[in-house]
Structures are given as C-alpha cells and as structure tokens.
C-alpha cells in the first residue's frame, strides 16, 4: 500500500516541476491572416486514438487576443470546414466586407442629405405598449365590480 502512495506523491511532485517547464508543441504551420495571427494545427491520428485534429492560433505579439479572428479561420477552427482558407479568399472577403462600409455610409450621407432625422425609438415604459380603447382600464366593462 506504501508503495502506491509513494508513486502517487512522486507522480504529483514530477507533474508540478513539468508545469514550470514551457510547452514543446509543435504543430503544423497552416497560415496567417491579415491581423497577424498565426494557425497551426496537429493532425488527426486514428491509430493513437485521436479522432480529431487539434487546432489554434497564436496572435502577434502585444495583441493577446483583442482582435476579432476572420470568419474563414474561426470556422476552420472550430472544425465547420476542413481546409485552411485561401489567400485569395481571405482579400476577396475583406475587399467585400469594406465595400459594404463604404456603400453603407453613402447611403447614410444621402438620407441626412435629403432630410432625413435619425428614426424615433420609442420610449421603454407602459407609454410605449399599445392602447385599445376597447380594452382601456377606464372603461365601465373593465373595471372591476365596487364592494
């Protein structure tokens, strides 16, 4: 029984000085996007019983993580697509996704252009719910019976 005991403390003490030591993982280098973000990836291996590949990305340095990734490389992260996307993708989407921010704030200028108001939100409240008169709490029908 000492015997486990011993193996269990040593296998405590080994896993604790291991977790000083810094990761060797090395997978392969499947791109960059834009932001500078870096994907890697180790490959699924059935006869280790390892069904599924193993994906990540290391952003540039000082970023830690504050920009959004591209959609193409989110979904090949968590494994909605099989291939890393293509260069010409990723500029094709990005040329896309501007030339909507561009159109968007010409359509913006010619509404202020032609006189249009930002649109009214309603107030949040009981003001903002409609009012039938059929049901309104002034009516003889609603009011409940005086005792």
């Known amino acids: 029984?000492?015997?486990?005991?011993?193996?269990?403390y040593w296998m405590v003490v080994?896993?604790?000085?291991?977790?000083f030591k810094p990761r060797r993982i090395r997978g392969n280098d499947m791109g960059k996007d834009y932001i500078g973000n870096s994907?890697?990836?180790?490959?699924?291996?059935p006869s280790e019983g390892k069904r599924k590949p193993t994906r990540w990305y290391n952003p540039p340095k000082g970023q830690d993580f504050q920009d959004p990734?591209?959609?193409?490389?989110?979904?090949?992260?968590?494994?909605?697509?099989?291939?890393?996307?293509?260069?010409?993708?990723?500029?094709?989407?990005?040329?896309?996704?501007?030339?909507k921010k561009i159109n968007a704030a010409k359509i913006e200028a010619k509404r202020l252009a032609?006189?249009?108001s930002l649109p009214s939100i309603p107030e949040k409240g009981h003001q903002s719910f409609p009012i039938y008169p059929d049901y309104h709490a002034g009516d003889s029908q609603n009011e409940p019976p005086n005792k």
């Open 114 to 116: 032609e006189g249009g």
């Open 14 to 19: 080994r896993n604790f000085i291991n977790s």
């Open 69 to 99: 990734i591209p959609a193409e490389w989110e979904a090949w992260l968590r494994m909605r697509r099989q291939e890393p996307p293509t260069e010409e993708e990723i500029t094709k989407n990005l040329a896309i996704a501007q030339m």
């Open 39 to 45: 994907y890697f990836e180790i490959p699924a291996d």
């Open 1 to 8: 029984m000492s015997g486990q005991s011993r193996n269990v």
